[in-house]
């Protein structure tokens, strides 16, 4: 009876698992987002790919908070599993929030701001790719996960530049006609700096759970 009671339990390296299949919906909703905002006629299918992607992010994280509570083991803080798995949803949660705002505004165009976000938003998705499965030997690798993390700080940092500039650059275009173009421009540019904010968030859950265990 114990035996087939075990086999029912998520294992711990299920964790694992979970969070680097969330990591791969991440970056391929990230692609999807950066092709969105070159704008052409294309963009009703790549609106399409991020809601898949974001989909399948939204079924692993349910899937990661119902073995959290499942699971008598886990290989670090229950809470910290939560977190560190709503964090990295809530950053496809952006890129669909950007792709639902393109397709209510009827936006076809985009500022070469924004496609530069589009390229932070893919370089952070990646980098994140990169740092969760070092998880899995979180002492052996803690000087790589800080790297990872501080890269991600600078990207964040740079993203701040370009979205100042380009919601200046978007102000002064508009500001004598046309204010709903800054209105709608100005929410494309709050959801992506989100985005990247948001990856910040997922690199700073992931510094801690290292502090924690190492």
Known sequence: MLSWFQALMPKEQRFYDLFENHAETIVAAAHALRKLLDGGDALDN?????????????????????????????????????????????????????AKATVLYEVKEFDPAMQRLGDIVIRAAEITQLSLPLLRSMAANSSKLNDYAQEISLIENESDAIHDQGLKELFLRYRHDEPMSFIVGAEIYGHLEKIVDGFEDVANRVTGIVIEHV
């Open 46 to 98: 790549y609106v399409r790919e991020i809601k898949f992607q974001e989909n399948k992010a939204d079924n692993l994280t349910a899937d990661t908070l119902l073995a959290v509570r499942r699971t008598f083991i886990t290989p670090f803080d229950r809470s910290d599993i939560r977190d560190l798995i709503t964090a990295m949803d809530d950053t496809i949660d952006q890129m669909h929030q950007t």
